[in-house]
């Protein structure tokens, strides 16, 4: 059995990075930024004004000043603003040349074509320099996960489409005789397959691209057709769920074994999830499960969900970790790294946590309730209330 954290890192060393493809501004949010982008222009591309007003030269309180033309927004004034002279202008206009500021047109009073200034003259020019947002020497760096505004910014630098990293491929196998889709109709002495769904939405949620095969039977036949059929879909990443412990009907280790994955671990030291596997075969990466649903859920937050970041070029891969103070008392930590399902909540003083009586990976309710998963450490000491602790939110 091997630490997570070196289950982790052999996991990541499986992925293939680097895949890139072009997207439209419209299908770019949440995606990776690839490569560098660099601004087509000076944003603004003129020295604009921020107000509606008058743009003037040296002026004091008092002047009284000839407009003289208009600048509006998309549409500029060529002349040149001499002394004694005002020109009408809008907010994102350019400024005139020989104009220093904008007089904002609650400050005038206006008579035909002549603006007294009749308030004190701020400070404040009320101008935007050109370049002041951006220069065409700036670049948006890469990896980068795009938020909206990101979006915003790479359209002002006139992109409309650039570079992302490619979303991983991952086909999702679900493996037992005992498994129904839901909406089947079981016999007695069948369950539904349920724990495929959460992955399949995590890995939606992480920007991979999922895909749910049908559930393989526990024959050896049954598991080698599954895992042929992710390969001819173009699979970056087989994750099998179930079959994955040493039982009689634990098919998967050997499947793998035949496929011709190489094996990086099998077991490691953790709770839930102990019968983890991983491997790769050339550039596919594969990623053996647990069944039962939280052990499986709980393992492809640790795991899969690194995996995927690490596909898409992604720096920081893996789960997110806070501190909490405990609400109730921690029991001594055992011969595994337990991940305990577990609600944390933000307090006026401290972030707190508490660990749910039930921890048994089979109980769907439990985890569905739970918002993080609080760590004990292999053979750590017992904590008692109040004491810090580490959480994983999920
Ligand atoms: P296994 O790892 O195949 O021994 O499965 C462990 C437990 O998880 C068994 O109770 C299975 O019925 C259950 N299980 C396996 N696969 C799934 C699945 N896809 N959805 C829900 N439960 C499952
Ligand atoms: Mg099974």
Known sequence: MIPVE???????????????????????????????????????????????????????????????????????????????????????????????????????????????????????????????DFSSDFTLGAPRVLSSADLALIAAMNHPEFTVTRRPKVALISTGDELLMPGGDPAPDQIIASNVFALQAMLHETGAEPFVLPIARDTPDALDDVLQQANEWGADIVVTIGGASVGDHDLVAPALDRFGVARSFHKIAMRPGKPLMAGSKDTVAFLGLPGNPVSAVVCGHLFLLPMVRRALGQVDVLPRILTAKLDAPLPKGGPRAHYMRARFHEGPDARHVIGFDKQDSSMLTVLADANCLLLSPIGSAAKETGDSVTILPI
């Open 6 to 132: 070196d289950a982790q890192a052999m996991c990541l060393e499986l992925v293939r990075t680097g895949l890139s493809e072009t997207v439209p501004l419209a299908d770019a949010l949440g995606r990776t930024l690839a490569a560098p982008v660099q601004a087509k222009r000076d944003q603004p591309p003129f020295s604009a004004s921020a107000m509606d007003g008058y743009a003037v030269g040296d002026v004091a309180q008092g002047d009284v000043l000839d407009v003289v033309g208009e600048s509006a927004a998309g549409h500029g004034w060529d002349g040149i603003v001499g002394s004694g002279q005002a020109v009408r202008i809008f907010t994102g206009a350019p400024v005139p040349t020989g104009a220093t500021r904008v007089v904002i047109q609650e400050n005038v009073s206006l008579e035909a074509d002549r603006v007294t200034l009749v308030e004190p003259i701020n400070t404040g020019t009320n101008i935007r320099p050109l370049g002041a």
